[in-house]
């Protein structure tokens, strides 16, 4: 691996990137503007970027693998509008083998898969989709992880023969990163997250589904500076998930005053206040939704006047349950009339109202953050 973008090669045959092709420069200048913001690279960057995808010698290879999904990170990948998907993988990838979207089935996708590793060798990009099953399943023959067989190789065997010859791998959606909603309670297949069960330490994009524009950036990181992005002690990046959802939240300042949703369709559901009393999930979720929003920047789930439930966070499923309630259900001082007596109490309601919802979040992220324990010892 090179150690800038104009040095990062692929041996991906007879298909040279160019980046103009079929692509208008201005669209062009503004995926790699959106990529710049989006990485938190400033303006300065954009000709850099630019640079760095037109110089690349080859399209990176991309060897997509299914698991225990429902394909919904392929969907959201499948309708990026900024690249469109046409120019994903037309001019700036190689995806040599994705089951959905690939034309070849049967021995002819296993075959692709085999030349793709071996063309590659150690220069692909490994992208997971899908929890990885673990249990045995009943009868006499059955071995460890016959939950999810693909090609009459279990789902551990695959995601460990394609990841160690891989240059990057990045879980696409919170069941690759975490083991989503395949995880969660009782879990009869004992399924779980692509590093978890592989051993191999991956970069993380988790969502329910993910943001494309988070995934393609890590590849024009990696394009750019040829490494992956920094990470948080979970993984994930942390241009995409270093700050709270409640941090700059477009409603925060709502709940700053007291203005709370009471109920689905209420006055100040109209008007657009917090949704905290409707299991608004953002003060315990890392993710950048309110600044990079789905569907070509044009909403997203609070936005929109649905609450977050937490779908970046590791077990979301079990932790943020209910999802309508509060979270969470315990008992701190000031932490309930914050919510339910703020808005009564005009003067010093928001001096107050920051001082009590620090305390609460310091707390409830030691619960549902485990590296802060780690940052404190």
Not at 139 to 161: F, H, S, V
Not at 171 to 186: I, K, L, M, R
Not at 281 to 297: I, L, S
């Amino acid at each position: 691996m090179g150690t800038s973008g104009s040095d990062f090669s692929f041996k991906t045959p007879e298909r040279r990137i160019d980046a103009l092709a079929g692509i208008k420069r201005r669209d062009f200048l503004s995926f790699c503007a959106l990529m710049s913001a989006t990485l938190g690279l400033g303006p300065s960057f954009i000709p850099k970027i630019a640079e760095a995808i037109e110089k690349a010698t080859r399209r990176p290879s991309v060897i997509w693998l299914h698991f225990a999904e429902c394909t919904g990170d392929s969907e959201a990948f499948i309708r990026s509008t900024n690249p469109s998907i046409e120019e994903l993988i037309l001019n700036i990838l190689s995806i040599d083998y994705h089951e959905t979207i690939m034309a070849a089935s049967g021995e002819a996708a296993e075959g692709a898969l085999q030349k793709a590793m071996k063309d590659n060798k150690g220069k692909y990009i490994a992208v997971c989709e899908g929890a990885i099953p673990l249990g045995t399943p009943p009868g006499p023959n059955a071995k460890k992880g016959d939950y999810l067989t693909i090609a009459g190789k279990t789902g551990l065997e695959l995601a460990k023969e394609v990841c160690r010859d891989a240059a990057a791998i990045m879980c696409v959606g919170n069941c690759a990163s975490f083991g989503g909603v395949q995880a969660q309670y009782p879990n009869p297949t004992g399924a779980v997250g692509v590093e978890e069960a592989t051993g191999i330490p991956t970069l993380k994009v988790p969502g329910c589904p993910h943001n494309v524009v988070n995934s393609v950036a890590v590849v024009v990181n990696f394009l750019l500076l040829g490494s992956l992005p920094k990470t948080d002690k979970l993984g994930r990046p942390l241009f995409a998930y270093g700050k709270r959802i409640h941090d700059h939240c477009l409603r925060r300042a709502h709940f700053d005053a007291g203005q709370f949703v009471e109920k689905f369709g209420d006055a100040g559901a109209k008007d657009r206040w917090c949704l905290y009393k409707m299991g608004c999930k953002g003060p315990q979720t890392y993710h950048n939704c309110p600044t990079v929003e789905y569907n070509d920047g044009t909403s997203w789930p609070v936005k929109a006047g649905h609450g977050c439930i937490g779908c970046s966070e590791p077990k979301f499923w079990d932790n943020m349950a209910p999802f309508y309630e509060r979270l969470p259900n315990i008992k701190l001082p000031g932490v309930e009339a914050s919510a339910d007596q703020i808005g009564f109490t005009l003067v010093g309601a928001a001096a107050a109202g920051a001082a009590v919802h620090g305390a609460y979040t310091f707390l409830n992220r030691k619960k549902f953050d485990p590296t802060l324990k780690d940052k404190e010892e």
